[in-house]
């Protein structure tokens, strides 16, 4: 896949106007690697996602995290902080089903491709 054949990046912003809410960045390679995986598969094939999620407020691992996301997974931010549903160009032609792990410290997306 080539990135003339990936969806301009869009900026979004989380949690609305609440005090911390962040704009996310484009990011490119995230949006190629997805759109390549889900690219690869038939109708009726699924594709599984696993990797770091959000952790629920109460995590004992919350912070701890939280500095490993800052300081040595610096990429990680974007799928803790976004769905991988965000970043598929055409997420409507797969059935999706999310499953978090850990006290939400982890998950586990899986895409079905419809058509």
């Known amino acids: 896949m080539t990135s003339s054949t990936l969806l301009p990046c869009r900026s979004r912003t989380v949690a609305g106007n609440l005090?911390?809410?962040k704009t996310w960045r484009c990011?490119?390679?995230k949006h190629q690697v997805v759109n390549a995986l889900l690219g690869a598969v038939r109708p009726g094939g699924k594709v599984?996602?696993?990797d770091y999620?959000?952790?629920l407020p109460?995590?004992?691992l919350r912070p701890v995290m939280a500095a490993v996301f800052r300081w040595l997974e610096p990429f990680a931010d974007g799928l803790v902080s976004r769905s991988i549903t965000d970043f598929a160009a055409r997420p409507q032609d797969y059935q999706w089903h999310k499953e978090t792990r850990f006290g939400g410290l982890y998950q586990k997306m899986v895409a079905k491709r419809l058509r």
Do not use: L, S
């Open 58 to 60: 109460w995590h004992p």
């Open 48 to 50: 599984m996602f696993v």
């Open 53 to 55: 999620h959000r952790p």
């Open 19 to 21: 005090p911390g809410a």
């Open 27 to 29: 990011d490119p390679k």
